[in-house]
């Protein structure tokens, strides 16, 4: 330590004097500290104040410059060094030498900058602020060559592409062929595994999935998965996973779907699908994300069902009823429920048999799976009478979507459970079924549901009450004052909030259950002529007539 107390004063001399020679030595000297101790070193640097003396010792034409630079890089391995290396002003002397032609220079540089900024967003995107990101995407291109260069500068990008900031920066340079073409080049499993560090947060930007797609990526990906997909070494395993996870994150963006689909002809489109027979489970899944992600617009939609996806959908969940992976019946799940959203898919999705397979999971525990089961009924039996009705009058379906009702760890699958108990009356708009949900007991749901923060929710359970109250008031009576009924309608026509859809269906309600006498003297009792009369003056004139006819017929029956 004594030798380096001497070295420092001697640099502390010598950079007044610009002595090459003597700095050099004590720069040396430095070096040779930080690597015997870097922590007493870092600490006995900072405090003799040379810091302050660095930022001018950082001079592109000097010959000490890369060694200054790696000083600065050990030290900022220490946190409590980084603070002191930017208080110094050792960041825009460091970015200024980014634009160096030395190689030795760049890679201290980018190692210096590196350790200053570690696990500092705030620094980061000073970094990005200073134009950092541009400057590095031209070295990784004039520099490909030198594999200590690249790994900083795929370091670099790591770092900077998880900040949101980033994004934008790198979508105006020409990161995504330079990242595609060094991939190709690469054989050993840690550099590819590097390159796919920086591409998974890129890939998240739209435009640049676009880029990525346009530069070839995912030729690449598919390479790699064909390579893997029988390997049983940890390393094969690993990429496989990471190749179809980044292929499906390309999926995500619309234009870079569109481009992959092809109008159901592209060649990446039918290697995705030739994933869903596969043997392979992380295959199987990224298949049906990838067909959940492509059908994103009806027009992909319709073309998918009609030459037949559907049918490898259902296999594919058949074969899951027993080995149960749940990620698999999840995705599949997802891409059926999308496939089902265009109306002229419904009732071929439904004689393809998609419903009975859709029913296996029924007894699933995993609320992921009921979510998407539940999402998937609700889509097919939109405006299908008759698969409503089916549905509908089974027993152990309603008996279940019932429980799910009460599922209060899980709002989603509560809040799909009543949209699909509601679905199946307003579609069928059947006795039977109006019995089984009597019966099943999920009229009380559909009350609460009436009072949802959701407007769209609460027109769907109103107009469902409605039906029930119209198709069979006798046997719903009791549950309807059980469950409060005509009290929650009277706050929904008292709230200025409701909307006029939502003011317009209670009315219409309180007629259908004037028919019932306890229900009548419910209604009478909370004065809901004064709450009617009021909405004559309503803006919406739908919902001015309807108040009219619905004071009218409550005088006449008061």
């Not at 796919?196 to 346009?214: G, R, T, Y």
């Not at 699909?420 to 059947?430: Q, T, V």
Request: net charge negative; aromatic share 2%.
């Amino acid at each position: 330590m004594d030798n380096l107390s001497e070295a420092l004063e001697k640099l502390k001399l010598a950079s007044t004097d610009s002595a090459t020679d003597s700095v050099e030595s004590c720069l040396d000297c430095l070096l040779k500290a930080l690597t015997n101790n870097n922590t007493e070193a870092s600490v006995k640097i900072q405090e003799m104040g040379v810091l302050p003396l660095l930022p001018t010792l950082l001079n592109p034409q000097s010959s000490c410059t890369p060694k200054v630079a790696n000083i600065i890089a050990e030290m900022a391995k220490n946190e409590f060094m980084r603070s002191p290396c930017v208080e110094a002003g050792l960041i825009p002397p460091l970015i200024q030498l980014l634009n160096s032609t030395d190689q030795e220079v760049l890679l201290q540089t980018g190692r210096a900058l590196g350790n200053i900024c570690y696990d500092s967003h705030s620094l980061q995107a000073q970094l990005i602020n200073m134009g950092v990101i541009p400057t590095l995407v031209k070295l990784l291109g004039i520099h490909s060559h030198n594999t200590a260069l690249t790994e900083m500068c795929l370091i670099a990008f790591g770092n900077l592409a998880e900040l949101e900031s980033s994004k934008e920066q790198f979508a105006s340079t020409n990161i995504a062929e330079e990242l595609v073409r060094l991939f190709q080049k690469q054989t050993e499993h840690e550099k590819k595994e590097m390159i796919f560090e920086v591409l998974a947060p890129l890939a998240e930007n739209d435009v640049i999935k676009l880029q990525l797609v346009e530069a070839g990526l995912v030729e690449c990906l598919l390479e790699v998965v064909a390579q893997t997909v029988d390997g049983e070494r940890e390393e094969d395993i690993a990429q496989l996973k990471t190749a179809s996870d980044l292929m499906v994150l390309l999926l995500l963006g619309d234009e870079s779907m569109q481009k992959l689909f092809e109008g159901g002809k592209g060649s990446v489109f039918q290697r995705v699908l030739s994933w869903i027979p596969s043997h392979n489970h992380q295959l199987q899944l990224a298949g049906a994300l990838a067909i959940a992600n492509f059908a994103r617009n009806d027009g992909n939609c319709i073309h998918m069902v009609d030459t037949g996806i559907v049918q490898k959908l259902l296999e594919l969940l058949d074969r899951h009823v027993e080995e149960g992976n749940v990620t698999v019946q999840h995705a599949a799940l997802s891409a059926l429920r999308n496939l089902a959203i265009p109306v002229v898919n419904k009732s071929k999705m439904l004689s393809a048999g998609v419903a009975d397979v859709v029913l296996k999971f029924l007894q699933s525990e995993m609320p992921p799976v009921q979510f998407k089961l539940l999402g998937t009924l609700r889509m097919l039996i939109d405006t299908q009478a008759e698969a409503a009705d089916q549905l509908g009058t089974n027993g152990k379906l309603v008996e279940r979507l019932v429980e799910w009702c009460e599922a209060k760890d899980h709002a989603g699958v509560m809040g799909e459970s009543n949209r699909l108990l509601s679905a199946l009356i307003r579609h069928s708009k059947s006795k039977e079924v109006v019995r089984t949900v009597i019966q099943g007991g999920g009229v009380k749901h559909l009350v609460t549901m009436a009072t949802s923060e959701h407007m769209i929710m609460q027109n769907e359970a109103l107009v469902a009450l409605g039906l029930i109250a119209g198709l069979d008031l006798v046997a719903a009576e009791k549950d309807f004052v059980g469950a409060s009924l005509v009290s929650v309608l009277h706050k929904l026509l008292s709230d200025e909030r409701s909307a006029p859809e939502i003011k317009y269906n209670s009315m219409i309600l309180i007629c259908a259950v004037m028919g019932s006498e306890p229900l009548h003297k419910e209604v009478q009792s909370l004065a809901f002529i004064d709450v009617v009369s009021k909405l004559r003056a309503h803006e919406n004139k739908t919902v001015s007539h309807q108040a009219s006819l619905t004071e009218q017929r409550l005088t006449a029956q008061s």
